[in-house]
């Protein structure tokens, strides 16, 4: 079975075509700055590489444009679209509506206009590109997999707010966690190369990137997450604040004037690492200044590893102990120094770093001591698979 993945933001697509007898990537890649004026197409296949400068006036144009590539004579990996036999789909927000991941019919896509009151900058790009495919590829079976059906396990002491009950109630005022793709494929992978069952491990997940989130996952559920009501909450991100006091907001609104929107823009884009550093939102930059003495740099690199480390505090409390941390995404996977900050202080929980396992990149890899009883890994994500293999599964049936 072969599946093509899209995953479509407000100005770009990224694709991968998997093939599901053996899970090979066929072909990958990426369409920017759609409706811009210098949009163009990143295609990769076979070790190669081609880049399509033209115009691509929206997400319609975009799918067409993959798909014309993944059957080119040249740069093509199949002979025509009916190779394709499922097309699945990144969904950022499924509300308490999926709890797991779904075939699309007329429906779902009613369900989905409705969760885009939780997710405005996010669902419309999703279900743009679900059109897009329809229009195309009409009667090839899609399938939405969610950011946040992952966490629809949780407990409500888990999940409320101390708000009124009507807000959550009329107006799914909650936590719904998201990144929810990305923790599932770490506990399951993480439990695949330790031998053991997923079923019988207490796990932090640290999906550490530009957004950032952990997740406790007890026994194979998520029983919590750190990312609330809406990705800008918990840790402090690459340029989203993280968790503040509530008051803080209209305390600013009303001091320098500013309208809701603004006031969204300060918080998403203009704060985290970089509103504290004035340097960059990325950590690699972070850390280079931050060597060369910069320090507010070194601040919000020390603010970051600080409310990590408190947060698996609260999650191992959350279950009650834990037997294994896990690291992955862009920091998570590849920031040696980052994961030997985070972990410097967690030896009382039982979770002991070895400095020579860390020195490590983008592999499953053991990074903790014998002797720590909190077993810690590296596991790079993989979403993609994740959906592809959601989109066999229920394709299947
Ligand atoms: P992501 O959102 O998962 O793509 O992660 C992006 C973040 O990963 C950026 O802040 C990068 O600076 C960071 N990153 C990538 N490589 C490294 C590295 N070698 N050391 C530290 N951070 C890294």
Known sequence: MIVLVV???????KYQLVNMDNEEVMAKGLVEKIGLPDSQLTHKWNGQKKVVQQSIPDHQVAVKLVLDSLTDAGCGVI?????????????VHGGEEFACSTLINDEVMAALEKCSAYAPLHNPPNIIGINACKAIIPNVPQVGVFDTAFHQTM??????????????????????????????????????????????????????????????????????TTMGFTPLAGVLMGTR?????????????????????????????KSGVLGISGVSSDFRDLGDAA????????????????????????????????????????????????????CQGLEYLGAKLDAERNDVRGKDTLISTDDSTVKMYVIPTDEEIMIARDTKELVSK
């Open 7 to 13: 995953n479509c933001g407000s100005s770009s697509l």
């Open 79 to 91: 002979k025509t679209m009916d190779a394709i036999d499922a097309v699945g789909h990144r969904v």
């Open 155 to 224: 407990p409500p002491k888990a999940f409320m707010y101390g708000l009124p009950y009507e807000l959550y109630k009329e107006d799914g005022i909650r936590r719904y966690g998201f990144h929810g793709t990305s923790h599932r494929y770490v506990a399951g992978q993480v439990a695949k190369v330790m031998g053991v069952p997923v079923e019988k491990l207490r796990i932090i997940n640290c999906h550490l990137g530009n957004g950032s989130s952990l997740a406790a996952i007890k026994y194979g559920k998520c029983i919590d």
């Open 241 to 269: 604040c993280g968790d503040i006091d509530p008051a803080i907001v209209t305390s600013v609104m009303e001091k320098h004037g500013l309208s809701t929107k603004e006031m969204d823009a300060l918080m998403n884009k």
């Open 291 to 342: 060597s060369k003495g910069n320090e507010r740099a070194q601040l919000a690199l020390d603010m970051f590893h600080y409310q990590v480390r408190k947060l698996i505090g609260a999650l191992a409390a959350a279950m009650e102990g834990v037997d294994v941390i896990t690291f992955t995404a862009g920091v998570g996977e590849n920031g040696i120094d980052d994961r030997a900050a985070i």
